[in-house]
């Protein structure tokens, strides 16, 4: 499976991006299909996920009340909405998917997102 994420680039404090995410030659089904980053010197940071085949999703503290993840299975696509942004957004995000109960064996090559 491969993962192809779109959507990243620069912007400043405050402003908003939306990252997708789609695979290659898959469709999603029941996985689960997780946003990471990773900043430099900074250990990878799970930032949000969601059940592809249910409405389950998870987001984590740092992002809170700013980032959305969600999806839209005609489209077979996973979206992340960062609102809000901070300069400590600033990292390199992967899509990531994986069956549920087990690991996040699939992950994309990641797209840079800058906050200035």
């Known amino acids: 499976v491969q993962l192809v994420e779109s959507g990243g680039g620069s912007v400043q404090a405050g402003g908003s991006l939306s990252l997708s995410c789609t695979p290659s030659?898959?469709?999603?089904?029941?996985?689960?299909v997780a946003w990471f980053r990773q900043a430099p010197g900074k250990e990878r940071e799970g930032v949000a996920a969601i059940l592809f085949g249910g409405i389950l999703t998870s987001i984590a503290d740092s992002v809170k009340g700013r980032f959305t993840i969600s999806k839209d299975n005609a489209k077979n696509m996973v979206y992340l909405q960062m609102n809000s942004l901070k300069s400590e957004d600033t990292a390199l995000y992967y899509c990531?998917?994986?069956?549920?109960?087990?690991?996040?064996?699939?992950w994309g090559q990641g797209t840079q997102v800058t906050v200035s």
């Open positions: 990531a998917t994986g069956a549920v109960g087990g690991g996040f064996g699939y």
């Open positions: 030659g898959y469709t999603f089904s029941s996985d689960r």
